[in-house]
């Protein structure tokens, strides 16, 4: 995601946003195509980033397997012909993450087991639902209407740098352009059929989505690598390209489910 200044590399827009359309069309047919299909795209996503975090982290190859095979474990309960996703799969979650932590003494990985399952389970959660398409498309759309947005509105109107000691190419005219252009998507969708509780949640959404591309940011600058990966030509890794989503999924997913968990708790 990016809210950037004008840039010179410019020869990267056309592969980027080539590989970008590409992407959209792979989660929008998965989508389409049903539960099964969308739980191996969120599952081949949440291993590949958790792969990227290793290297991130500096775990070697074989601890950062490790950690990629307790993810699975809640990744395979979260199949629509297991358990699903649900509370079960949360507490594996959190168990995959206690067991990495324990083996190999190694916390930040064992957060990244939680940072990259949390938003999978929140993905299928949304799609699990009778309007699951609609949701799962508003949460993912929103993450992009925000990085469409804060990209040209930063290299339009530049200005003061958002967070220059972590990510020098974000703008505060980014951050605006990019929550301005999410608000408008919110507003749309509620005509669509999206509850105006979640179009009004979309703007701060958006503000987390720039939050998670700046945490990211960090943590590259940490690493000392300009890219969590190499995967996605003119985008770096898949983690570089739903740094956005990883926070937001899971906030989505409780702005959905909270009113009906009140309601439970109050009949």
Known sequence: ?????????????????????????????????????????????????????????????????????????????????????????LGLIAGAAFFVVIVTRRARLAFGVAYTGL??????????????????????????????????????????RLAPAISPNKTWAGLGGGVIAAGAFGAVMHGFGLPVRLAAATPLLAVVAQAGDLYESALKRRAGVKDSGTLLPGHGGVLDRLDGLVPVAPLAALFVVTPELISGLLS
Do not use: H, K, N
Request: aromatic letters at 10%.
């Open 119 to 160: 938003p999978a389970l929140a993905l299928l959660m949304l799609r699990d639902r009778i309007d699951g398409v609609l949701l799962v498309f508003w949460a993912l759309a929103l993450v992009w209407a925000c990085d469409i947005g804060a990209y040209f509105a930063g290299r339009a109107i530049g200005g003061p």
């Open 1 to 89: 995601m990016t809210s950037q200044a004008p840039s010179p590399r410019r020869s990267d827009l056309p592969v980027r946003a080539l590989v970008g359309m590409l992407l959209i069309a792979a989660a929008g047919a998965a989508l389409l195509l049903g539960t099964w299909a969308f739980w191996l795209l969120v599952v081949i996503a949440s291993l590949l980033m958790l792969a990227e975090w290793g290297g991130l982290t500096g775990a070697s190859a074989t601890t950062t397997r490790l950690a990629q095979f307790a993810l699975s474990v809640p990744l395979a309960i979260m199949c629509p012909w297991a358990a699903g996703p649900g509370f079960f799969a």
